[in-house]
């Protein structure tokens, strides 16, 4: 049979040989080509529309171009090619899809390949929320961001244009859902190579390893395909503020291991034990006596940690930075990070502690202070501090001295020294006492002054002015800051049958009869005062009786 272009008949040869159904069979296979249907052809001719494809039948089909992205054409579509094709619509010229059959063809491996478990190699083409587009043969597919990588993704741009295998965890072909993972892949490898590193591995061993992963209380080292913790603790001897001044992802190291949980897989690593601890030598590197400058690394309340070297730090105590106001001027003077000299006073290896002094680096002003401040001595001070028991008062040659509260007045009861002084009052005390193995000197500030009670004798005259009334009898101020005594029955003998003996505010004039200047009382007595003058008026009253009269005279002559 030869189809003639253009004509709507046929014209046959060599009909002999041709019986009316192989005549009629052309005619039959036309009812074959139909919607959804695959079939097999031939690429005869390629235009700017399509592919035209002889499909064995009398009438051709067309792959549109345009079922392809631009520039995305299979290379195997051309002339003379044979391709498998789906028919889309049959009116008219039919029109047939290459696409379909390969996006089925692929559809068919990836179904494939996920119930086996079979890995794909695909390519990242861009990062969108939460993960990515990944093409994998031609169809994309969704990987989440967290299966991309065992570590945690930073930058998910690093990964952009990267080809890896993938395995797929999902796949629903009818809404051509897939979802990816490499995740799984990197694990299944790293627990096969865990595996393998767990059975060789021992504590005390020695390894080289691969920092992978910093934290804020240690890292994670990569010892041969199973992580290790290498703990702040274990980097060094002495405290490491921040894992990362010592280590960076990506940094070899050499690691021992110190603890191996073999049942939870767990690896504990050190650095530290690869060197020598500092601490064993410490006595032999800094004797007692020995003078070394040093760095504050830690200001604490009770005083500051200096560091001598790595990995050995000594305590310098508040009381031992000077020999006065010793807490206070650490705390004014020293400063974080500030290098100081200092010297060994002890040293306690096993529980790892140095005591350090500043203090004794210095002329000690104690050892002078016997020849300066004898007792007795008045010397003037600047008040440094007040205290409910007293004040301290710092003395030329810089040290201090105390005037206890009982020291501030002869006379008057203080309840707090701040009632009489104030931090930073100029005073003149007088030296009391000196202990210079203790460092204390005991000031006075009343001493300045005399003991007004040891101006009072008994027999002595007094006058005052009552200020209280008691059952016994009254007190009487005889000046201010100092009162006496006065009992009833001392009272004028014109008013000791008077039932208001004493009147508050009235004037006395008495006698002291009894005087403890050390318990700072003083007795008096107006009666004894009166029997006084009445024996001296007496006294002077008998002497002019015993004188001659002016006649007696006469009549001896």
């Known amino acids: 049979m030869v189809k003639t272009k253009n004509l709507d008949k ?5 009909t002999e040989d041709i019986s009316m159904a192989d005549l009629m069979k052309g005619y039959d296979d036309t009812n074959t ?40 054409i299979p290379q195997e579509l051309k002339v003379g090619a044979k391709v498998r094709v789906k028919v889309i619509n049959t009116i008219g010229r039919p029109i047939l899809s290459y696409r379909v059959i390969l996006e089925k063809d692929k559809f068919d491996n990836l179904q494939k390949a996920f119930n086996n478990g079979n890995y794909i190699s695909g390519t990242i083409l861009k990062d969108i929320k939460c993960g990515f587009i990944v093409d994998i043969g031609g169809v994309n597919a969704f990987l989440p961001i967290s299966h991309v990588d065992i570590n945690f993704v930073k930058d998910a741009k690093v990964y952009i244009a990267k080809t890896y295998e993938f395995v797929i965890t999902e796949l629903d072909i009818k809404k051509r859902n897939i979802v990816i993972s490499r995740r799984k892949i990197l694990e299944d490898e790293k627990n096969i190579v865990r595996e393998s590193a767990l059975s060789s591995i021992a504590e005390s061993q020695i390894l080289d390893g691969t920092v992978s992963r910093i934290t804020n209380f240690g890292a994670f080292v990569d010892i041969g395909g199973i992580d290790g913790l290498l703990h702040i603790g274990e980097l ?21 291991i110190i603890k191996f949980d073999k049942a939870n897989g767990k690896i504990s690593l050190s650095i530290k034990n690869l060197v020598a601890n500092p601490w064993d030598c410490a006595a032999e590197r800094f004797p007692v006596g020995l ?3 040093g760095k504050v690394t830690s200001i604490m309340e009770y005083g500051v940690f200096v560091e001598l070297e790595p990995g050995i730090e000594g305590l310098l105590h508040s009381s031992e930075y000077a020999w006065n106001d010793s807490e206070a001027a650490l705390k004014r003077e020293v400063k974080k990070e500030q290098e100081i000299e200092v010297k060994i006073i002890s040293v306690d290896k096993e529980n790892k502690k140095i005591a350090l002094s500043v203090k004794q680096t210095l002329p000690n002003p104690w050892d002078e202070v016997s020849r300066h401040y004898i007792p007795g001595t008045v010397v003037k001070g600047i008040v440094q501090n007040i205290m409910p028991f007293g004040a301290f008062v710092k003395l030329p040659e810089g040290i201090e001295g105390l005037v206890h509260i009982s020291d501030f007045s002869w006379t008057q009861k203080i309840n707090h020294p701040e009632n009489v002084l104030k931090k930073g009052d100029e005073v003149e005390v007088v030296v009391m006492g000196i202990n210079p193995q203790n460092e204390r000197i005991s000031l006075s500030l009343k001493h300045v002054t005399q003991d007004p009670y040891k101006k009072y004798k008994t027999g002595n005259v007094v006058k005052g002015n009552v200020v209280r009334i008691t059952n016994f009898g009254a007190f009487v101020e005889l000046e201010p800051g ?7 029955s001392e009272a004028s003998s014109l008013k000791f049958k008077n039932p208001q003996v004493f009147v508050e505010g009235e004037e006395l004039e008495a006698k002291i009869i009894k005087i403890d200047s050390t318990k700072r009382k003083i007795e008096v007595s107006v009666k004894k005062l009166e029997v006084d003058r009445e024996k001296e008026l007496v006294k002077q009253f008998a002497i002019q009786n015993d004188k001659p009269t002016l006649g007696e005279l006469l009549s001896e002559e």
């Not at 390629?46 to 392809?68: A, H, Q, R, T």
């Open 10 to 14: 046929t014209v046959f040869d060599n």
């Open 33 to 72: 080509i139909e919607s959804g249907k695959e079939l097999d052809g031939v690429i005869m001719e390629e235009n700017s529309d399509g592919f035209m494809v002889d499909l064995g039948i009398k009438s051709e089909g067309m792959i549109p171009k345009k079922e392809f992205e631009e520039g995305k």
């Open 236 to 256: 060094a001897w002495y405290k490491v503020k921040k894992v990362e001044d010592l280590l960076h992802v990506g940094q070899k190291i050499k690691v021992q």
């Open 291 to 293: 003078i070394i400058k």
């Open 482 to 488: 100092i009162e006496a005594s006065i009992k009833n």
